[in-house]
């Protein structure tokens, strides 16, 4: 169970800087939000390949996952950056 959550972690931090890397210019956001926002767009990617192809997330890496779960965390960090932007 730590190991999993440990992980989940690890692919966020690297999903949501992917999803920034993704996105032109500074974004307003902190670093535990953009690795929260990874975490989210990991989960979402995971269960919506699930249901869509029946990916199941094991046997090797899935380029394909990690570049979908990328660009889900771009739109993330961006819908976020514009919600706290307009707030401000």
Known sequence: MLGTIIGAILAGLVIGALGRLLLPGKQDI?????ILIGIIASIVT?????????YSGGG????????????VA????????RRVGKSR
């Open 30 to 34: 902190s670093i535990p939000m953009t």
């Open 46 to 54: 995971t269960l919506v390949l699930g249901v869509l192809f029946g």
């Open 60 to 71: 090797g890496i899935s380029w394909w996952y990690w570049i979908i779960s990328a660009v």
């Open 74 to 81: 771009a739109v993330g960090i961006s819908a976020y950056g």
